[in-house]
């Protein structure tokens, strides 16, 4: 492409100096409330904003989750001008009253399908959720059958014409309507010098936010965490069901769209691995990308003594099982990988671990015992630490895995799918065992599970490569280095 620049680099560290003069005014987006601990996404985005508040004065406004509930650390927030969330505005929102009546409802229904780009798409979109292609049970009545045949026609159609939003992004809908006069009073009295934006998923909500500024033409960082029209190829790839296929490939084409817009609109773009800044240059016509990876907290991970592993092999996978990457693990799992390591092993068990894992007690149920489901830990290092095994059984996603990372640095030897450790350079044999199919998989958990002297040597070498290339404190350095490079006081 005539005049294309890129400018590729893998940032190798840098020295923070001290600020002399004013500083530039950032206003920040974040979808997830960062902390640390957390989940993956709430921990990059923690130490990443750090580092945007060594470099500029930053306004955060964090739409706190899915569900609008949570908030910015303290320690965070204290290095903020000032955070804005809707944990701290009112609960009340308007919503489309349906009105009394089943001629009222499916007028409404109607309604939604005849004249979708109304109220922000969110009646057509929350029928879209609900009566998609391969949502419905078998024995749904012809109506409803009916309904998704010309929601799935429809949405179809507007995916290719109209800018329908992609559907992770339309669930902070809500929450950036509940933010938007908090916003928009900031705007009216402050002016700023640089958008960053956390999670390329923020992009619509950051783009909403910036046209209510008094240069909606900022400059503009982007946080990346994942390609996540990647992530929606490959959930696409590994359905079973025609209608998941459909549905994800669907989300496929609106990421992609989505996720070239802002990165055609960005001056600087980080990104956790070196396979995703390639894949994100591709789509770019003039940015500087820069590879800050995933980490982790050493002095938060570490191999506590005074737990000891479980007395019967334990075999361990922590994550959040809200994403549908981390379910699908866990399904294929234990369909496919557990009762052949049984096989070898009777009395092995299984413990997976995290937020909303109790909603998969029903693929658990089968197994009895054998598995066990911790929901929601409030500190999920004894999980690690009962591990014999850690097991990373990722079939789809994107990014790299602090998960991994996590566990290396409490000593726990890992196996993990090729997909499951991507992003980081580990050597097979050495820091980790990869394995992709179920009796590989299955051989590679058994052997350690029954060689404890192999375990041993592949948790010292991957605990010296963790803690001498992944921890965070380095990597937020490295990243303030770039940003005090690219935009100088």
């Avoid at 309904?147 to 929450?175: A, K, N, Y």
């Amino acid at each position: 492409m005539a005049g294309k620049k890129i400018v590729l680099e893998i940032t190798q560290g840098g020295t923070v100096m001290p600020h002399q003069q004013k500083r530039k005014t950032c206003l920040a987006v974040a979808l997830q409330a960062p902390r640390m601990p957390g989940m993956g996404g709430e921990v990059r985005s923690y130490y990443l904003l750090q580092a945007a508040t060594e470099v500029f004065d930053v306004t955060l406004v964090c739409l706190g989750g899915p569900d609008g509930s949570g908030t910015v650390q303290a320690d965070l927030a204290a290095r903020c001008v000032r955070v804005l969330q809707p944990a701290d505005l009112p609960q009340d929102l308007p919503t489309q009253s349906k009105g009394p009546g089943r001629l009222r409802s499916w007028w409404n229904l109607m309604y939604a399908l005849l004249c979708p780009w109304r109220d922000h798409w969110l009646y057509f979109l929350t029928l879209f959720l609900q009566y998609r292609p391969g949502s419905l049970p078998p024995n749904s009545g012809p109506g409803k059958r009916l309904i998704s045949c010309v929601i799935g026609w429809e949405s179809s159609l507007l995916s290719r014409f109209c800018h329908i939003p992609p559907i992770t992004c339309f669930m902070f809908d809500r929450q950036v309507r509940r933010i938007l006069d908090a916003v928009r009073d900031v705007a009216e009295n402050e002016s700023f010098d640089v958008l960053w934006v956390e999670h390329s998923l923020a992009w619509p909500a950051a783009r909403q936010f910036a046209s209510l500024l008094k240069s909606a033409k900022l400059p503009v960082i982007c946080s990346g965490h994942n390609v996540e029209y990647l992530v929606c190829e490959r959930m696409g790839r590994s359905s079973h069901s025609p209608g998941e296929r459909w549905f994800h490939q669907q989300q496929a084409v609106l990421m992609r769209r989505m996720e070239r817009q802002i990165y055609r609109r960005s001056q600087l773009i980080f990104q956790c691995s070196r396979i995703d800044a390639d894949i994100t240059g591709k789509e770019t016509a003039n940015a500087t990308l820069s590879v800050i990876g995933n980490g982790v907290n050493g002095a938060y991970f570490f191999d506590d003594q005074t737990i000891l592993p479980d007395p019967v092999p334990l075999i361990v996978f922590t994550a959040g099982f809200g994403y549908g990457p981390n379910r699908d693990a866990v399904k294929w799992f234990l369909e496919n990988v557990f009762p052949l390591v049984q096989k070898t092993l009777p009395n092995v068990r299984f413990l997976f671990a995290g937020a909303q894992a109790g909603e998969l007690t029903a693929l658990a149920a089968p197994f009895g015992d054998a598995v066990e489901i911790v929901s929601s830990p409030a500190d999920i290092r004894p999980c690690f630490q009962r591990a014999s095994v850690y097991v990373v059984p990722l079939q789809s996603g994107g990014g790299t895995r602090l998960k991994i990372l996590e566990a290396m640095s409490m000593r726990r030897a890992v196996v993990s799918t090729s997909v499951g450790a991507e992003g980081v350079e580990y050597e097979h044999g050495k820091h980790l065992l990869l394995a992709d199919q179920p009796h590989e998989f299955a051989a590679s958990v058994t052997q350690l599970l029954l060689n404890p002297a192999r375990r041993t040597e592949l948790v010292e070498n991957a605990a010296a490569f963790v803690h001498k290339f992944y921890e965070w404190d380095s990597l937020r350095d490295r990243a303030v280095a770039v940003l005090e490079r690219e935009f100088p006081q």
